[in-house]
């Protein structure tokens, strides 16, 4: 491998090590707070009053959809 391939591909590999550790913090943290998930809650209406409508709607049809 030439030195420029190397550098892309542990670039690549920091960037999926960086978002992997980030979600775990995002699971961990929605699962054991209680105020952060009232936090993403009102993001979620925030969303929907700047034009962003149906999203919430949407995830709990699927979610609902998957159940049955």
Not at 21 to 41: D, H, I, P, V
């Amino acid at each position: 491998m030439d030195p420029l391939a190397k550098q892309i591909f542990k670039g690549v590999l920091v960037a999926e090590l960086v978002g992997i550790w980030g979600a775990y913090f995002l699971f961990r943290k929605m699962n054991t707070s209680q105020e952060f998930r009232q936090t993403m809650r009102n993001y979620c209406k925030s969303t929907e009053h700047s034009g962003m409508y149906g999203i919430r709607e949407q995830d709990q049809e699927k979610w609902l959809n998957s159940k049955n």
